[in-house]
T-cell receptor, first 114, second 111 residues
Framework: AQSVAQPEDQVNVAEGNPLTVKCTYSVSGNPYLFWYVQYPNRGLQFLLKYITGDNLVKGSYGFEAEFNKSQTSFHLKKPSALVSDSALYFCAVRDNTNAGKSTFGDGTTLTVKP | NAGVTQTPKFRILKIGQSMTLQCAQDMNHNYMYWYRQDPGMGLKLIYYSVGAGITDKGEVPNGYNVSRSTTEDFPLRLELAAPSQTSVYFC??????????FGPGTRLTVT
């Protein structure tokens, strides 16, 4: 069975500081990893993904994430946080043989203070 | 492209009533999904489909039914609504196993 853990319910950072939102995963095959963002009363929006290739992937709005196979992690990062980055962030995983099912983490609320 | 559209946006049901949540996508995606999101929680997969005529259960299928007669549409049927089905429902689609595109959601209250 595949699973995702987002160990922090809440992350608080000051505007301009770097941010990290953590994600660890467990799958039986090679992972497909995704980050999504949800703003209040909206659906989820895709930010970035790792399928294969470079371990550092870049996505929308200046976000990036680093795939670490040995630590089974896929942490989301941004060098300089903006107040507008405040939202709920979800990590998701699926293996490359599981036809239809992604597993989502419980989400991390990011608050960026001015 | 409209992307993924869902109707209605809001609905209040009485216990025991039934309804269909509509979902449509215009991206020619073969995979479609229904999730529910309870307050302060992540997403739970209800049903998914990998193509027209093919559906399968997710984590929490009880009390729901789906059909997929076309690539574009993936309606979710609630039979005999219960208060435990009060939630926000999201439909999503993807090209094969890649990133999912989500609709705006339907906020359902069962009283």
């Amino acid at each position: 069975a595949q699973s995702v853990a987002q160990p922090e319910d809440q992350v608080n950072v000051a505007e301009g500081n770097p941010l990290t939102v953590k994600c660890t995963y467990s799958v039986s095959g090679n992972p497909y990893l995704f980050w999504y963002v949800q703003y209040p009363n909206r659906g989820l929006q895709f930010l970035l993904k790792y399928i294969t290739g470079d371990n550092l992937v870049k996505g929308s709005y200046g976000f990036e994430a680093e795939f670490n196979k040995s630590q089974t992690s896929f942490h989301l990062k941004k060098p300089s946080a903006l107040v507008s980055d405040s939202a709920l962030y979800f990590c998701a995983v699926r293996d490359n043989t599981n036809a239809g099912k992604s597993t989502f983490g419980d989400g991390t609320t990011l608050t960026v203070k001015p | 492209n409209a992307g993924v559209t869902q109707t209605p946006k809001f609905r209040i049901l009485k216990i025991g009533q039934s309804m269909t949540l509509q979902c449509a996508q215009d991206m020619n995606h073969n995979y479609m999904y229904w999730y529910r999101q309870d307050p302060g929680m992540g997403l739970k997969l209800i049903y998914y489909s990998v193509g027209a005529g093919i559906t399968d259960k997710g984590e929490v299928p009880n009390g729901y039914n789906v059909s997929r007669s076309t690539t574009e549409d993936f309606p979710l049927r609630l039979e005999l609504a219960a208060p435990s089905q009060t939630s926000v429902y999201f439909c999503a689609s993807s090209y094969r196993q890649y990133e999912q595109y989500f609709g705006p959601g339907t906020r359902l209250t069962v009283t």
